[in-house]
């Protein structure tokens, strides 16, 4: 029966040895996961690959011990690999590629989705669904991983404008990429982080009133700032000098002035109000107070006062004697 090649015009660039090794190899396992490493950048992580071509995966393991074999892969980068920038756009997912995950019994993302939904209060579009899909297909988070990320974004989302406030499922898509840059692929990573953003949250907050601003959240650049400084390790005190000698310099806030300030103490080690004062360089130094210059003609006028009582003293003395 006749055929022909589909989406001939979306071919990845196989070298014609490659070709050649996996043809006299036939080994079609072998051949079907370098040709998922080709679409993926060359990477191989084995939980992933195994996910995405439904394999065990140790099935995914021997597979890439022959690409090896062949030399066609190389062992010490699957052991630590090199970063590799993602595409700027995911893979374009179709509703035949949601059905085919719904129905695949042993996958989590069924679960992963009715779980959402609950959460979001709502049902997921397909648009949504293929979002969602991304952040567990295309950036490999997994099922506990987003759920933790949904629950945060709720958070947010209800602090920054009032209970009940849902986020959308791009804003959640956003942040997913966030996560995925900041390593945050295990529940125990994504965990850690949210301990930190909440005592950061906490510690901001404390922060604000000695910057004088009450009554608004700061904006993200200002936070940015001010996790910066928490991150150097500085006290209230030191923060508020800061802000002070930025005042007063500026006349008004200048966050940029403010951090350099601050950058400059850092780097000299200098976090608290009793260490800056004491080892800033660029703090006037109080002096001993000197006395004023005298007036033209005083000193001449003193020196001859002086040796005018010197001779009257000596005077005194040789009368003295005489008599």
Request: glycine share 8%; hydrophobic share 40%.
């Amino acid at each position: 029966m006749a055929g022909k090649l589909l989406y001939a015009g979306n071919i990845l660039s196989l070298p014609a040895e490659a070709a050649d090794r996996l043809l006299g190899a036939g080994n079609g396992d072998a051949a079907l996961l370098y040709l998922y490493l080709l679409r993926r950048g060359g990477v191989f992580e084995p939980e992933r690959a195994a996910r995405t071509l439904r394999w065990e995966v140790r099935r995914g393991e021997e597979a890439f011990a022959a690409l090896v074999q062949m030399g066609l892969a190389d062992r010490e980068a699957k052991a630590a690999p090199a970063p590799q920038p993602e595409p700027d756009e995911p893979p374009e997912y179709t509703a035949a590629d949601l059905n085919r995950e719904m129905e695949d019994t042993a996958s989590p993302f069924p679960a992963l989705v009715g779980e959402v939904q609950r959460r979001l209060g709502k049902i997921l579009s397909t648009a949504d669904l293929k979002m969602l899909y991304t952040l567990y297909d295309y950036l490999a988070l997994p099922a506990e991983v987003i759920m933790l990320l949904v629950s945060w974004c709720i958070e947010e989302m209800e602090r920054k404008y009032g209970p009940g406030r849902r986020p959308r499922m791009p804003q959640i898509r956003k942040e997913g990429f966030a996560w995925r840059r900041l390593g945050l692929d295990t529940a125990e990573a994504a965990e850690a982080h949210l301990r930190r953003q909440a005592a950061l949250r906490t510690r901001t907050a404390q922060v604000l009133p000695l910057l004088d601003i009450r009554g608004r959240e700061p904006v993200e650049a200002e936070r940015k700032y001010i996790e910066s400084w928490l991150d150097m390790g500085f006290e209230d005190g030191a923060i508020r000098l800061a802000y002070e000698r930025t005042v007063l310099q500026k006349q008004s806030m200048n966050w940029r002035y403010m951090n350099s300030i601050l950058k400059s103490w850092h780097q000299k080690g200098l976090h608290t109000v009793a260490a800056i004062q004491a080892g800033d360089s660029g703090r006037p130094r109080p002096t001993a107070p000197q006395p004023a210059p005298a007036p033209p003609g005083e000193a001449e006028r003193r020196v001859r006062e002086d040796l005018e009582r010197m001779r009257e003293y000596m005077r005194r003395q040789q009368d003295g004697e005489g008599g």
